[in-house]
């Protein structure tokens, strides 16, 4: 049911772990769905100099998390933000229809690091951000 | 080449070389229709009611309280439709962690005016049988609670059941595809009318299944043709899939003694290995009421589906009912009715064993799965 590709990130993630203190902590999702992710940023200059991801899912999960961190590792903010469901899927070849929602969460993990990061250096956070943010907290079922 | 180990028994079984060499005649050689009058004809009827016979002697039947059918889900939509339709009242009682076969024919039923209602299973997946006192009314048709929980492995009291139905005058239905062939069943002593058994799940062939129907019991037919299996199930008979599930059941009750010896040793070894060797894995289903093939487990902090993959990268195979792999992305209904939390469910697997489980492949099975639920944990952002 799934693609060599995401095969290969799921048994050999990339940048899987905690960064002690991060620059940018975003955390989506929830054990009770049966998805979690935490996305742990390290930014010099509006660059994503580090990142690592800790996830609590399934295969396709484990593989989006990784191909995320893999997609925006030494990207600027601004290039990071771009990223979006499509290039998730089209790194990992193909995604079930089922899970795709998977790679939303990913993105979306991400946007909430980014979004914590301007809000703990104090940084006005851009609107798009902002509104993309009010949206993941409002989400209530679990793979809309 | 990469070894490959089958820990999914419960799912389906590969047939035993020995019920496809008794198949193989009726493929061509005795392949006529059992309801022609020549002698093509006559051999295959003959071979018919010959393990007709052997279904119903395993269980206690008499030769007309039997008919074949496809398959185990064919039997149960035969059993709670066709008494549905032939008798009066609106109530039917079914066991809350029923098969997806019957729980969605009595869905279905709901939907077009019976009352169906589900009994409540205790934390190891276990019916109550004064539940069932309690529940059934004077409208009450049938009551269907299934011998072996195909998930957790739990054995119903379904004796107790079976007279506390026979008492208050309401049919008795027992899906027991998960344990013909790996428990003694007896349908006179535990007062069954109707029961379920299927031929893939004991190393017979896919596509043969039958339903015992006690006489007596008012049942319509969903399948209406040339009036076949005692105008029950129309339809040519599949012999040679017949005469291998007849072949599977001799096999199964001969070898049954030593089998189930053999196999509940390995699930003990697998369960107390795990508990005592893996942080944060519990057993699901009873401890002691278990069929002996049955194994399955929780791990914290991960996810069932992750387990199963990395686990099929090393050439082992389970199967987990966890959220991410069904297609309506939600747990298993047997484990959240035994009262487990979304996140419990989802971090569950089944590992079934069987005939072809060999002490060498839990030897394997327990080098690998440790590591597997260390490494997933590693990632896991609940890890501790």
Redesign the interface.
């Known amino acids: 049911m799934?693609s060599k590709e995401v095969?290969k990130h799921?048994?050999k993630?990339h940048n899987?772990?905690k960064i002690e203190n991060p620059d940018g902590l975003g955390?989506v999702g929830n054990?009770?769905?049966?998805?979690?992710?935490?996305v742990y940023l390290k930014i010099k200059d509006n660059v994503i100099k580090n990142i690592k991801f800790?996830?609590?899912?399934?295969?396709?999960?484990?593989a989006t998390s990784s191909v995320v961190t893999d997609l925006v590792k030494g990207k600027t903010i601004k290039e990071a933000l771009k990223i979006t469901k499509q290039n998730v899927i089209d790194a990992l070849g193909v995604l079930p229809p089922?899970k795709i929602h998977c790679s939303v969460l990913a993105i979306d993990a991400l946007n909430e690091a980014i979004y914590n990061y301007y809000l703990k250096n104090e940084i006005s956070v851009p609107e798009e951000i902002e509104e993309k943010h009010n949206q993941i907290i409002k989400r209530e079922s679990?793979?809309s | 080449m990469k070894q490959k180990i089958y820990f999914d028994y419960a799912a389906t079984t590969p047939i035993d070389p020995r019920v496809v060499k008794a198949m193989e005649p009726f493929f061509n050689k005795k392949f006529g229709n059992a309801s022609s009058l020549h002698c093509f004809g006559n051999d295959t009827k003959k071979v018919l009611e010959k393990n007709r016979k052997i279904i119903a002697d395993a269980i206690n039947a008499k030769e007309d309280e039997i008919i074949f059918t496809s398959s185990a889900t064919e039997s149960n939509n035969i059993a709670l439709k066709g008494v549905a339709f032939a008798n009066k009242g609106k109530h039917i009682l079914i066991s809350s962690v029923e098969h997806d076969c019957v729980l969605n024919s009595a869905k279905w039923l709901k939907g077009r005016g019976y009352d169906v209602e589900f009994l409540p299973v205790d934390q190891y997946g276990m019916v109550d049988p004064k539940e069932v006192e309690k529940k059934i009314r004077k409208d009450t048709i049938l009551v269907s609670v299934m011998h072996v929980n195909n998930e957790v492995g739990t054995i119903e009291p379904i004796k107790e059941i079976g007279s506390i139905c026979r008492k208050n005058n309401v049919y008795f239905h027992t899906d027991a595809a998960q344990s013909f062939g790996k428990l003694q069943i007896d349908v006179v002593s535990m007062n069954i009318d109707l029961l379920t058994v299927s031929s893939q799940k004991i190393y017979g062939p896919k596509g043969a299944a039958a339903l015992f129907i006690r006489d007596g019991v008012k049942i319509e037919p969903l399948l209406h043709g040339g009036g076949q299996e005692m105008n029950m199930r129309s339809s040519t008979e599949n012999i040679p899939a017949i005469v291998g599930f007849g072949k599977a059941t001799e096999l199964c009750l001969k070898e049954m003694k030593e089998e189930n010896k053999r196999l509940s040793k390995l699930r003990d070894r697998i369960i107390k290995t795990l508990l005592k060797e893996v942080k944060d894995c519990y057993l699901n289903g009873h401890p002691k009421e278990r069929v002996s093939n049955n194994v399955n487990v929780r791990f914290s902090f991960i996810e069932g589906e992750s387990i199963l993959f990395m686990l099929d990268s090393f050439g082992i195979a389970i199967s987990t009912a966890s959220a991410c792999s069904s297609p309506k992305l939600e747990p298993s209904h047997v484990l959240s009715a035994m009262g487990l939390k979304h996140e419990e469910a989802h971090g569950s697997i089944r590992i079934s064993l069987g005939r072809m489980t060999k002490d060498k492949d839990v030897d394997y099975l327990l080098s690998v799965l440790p590591n597997v639920v260390e490494k997933l944990r590693l990632i896991s952002p609940h890890k501790k």
Do not use: N, Q, S, W
Request: aromatic share 18%.
């Open positions: 799934y095969l799921f048994k993630p899987y772990g955390i054990m009770a769905c049966g998805d979690e992710m935490f800790e996830t609590f899912g399934c295969v396709a999960a484990i089922i679990c793979h």
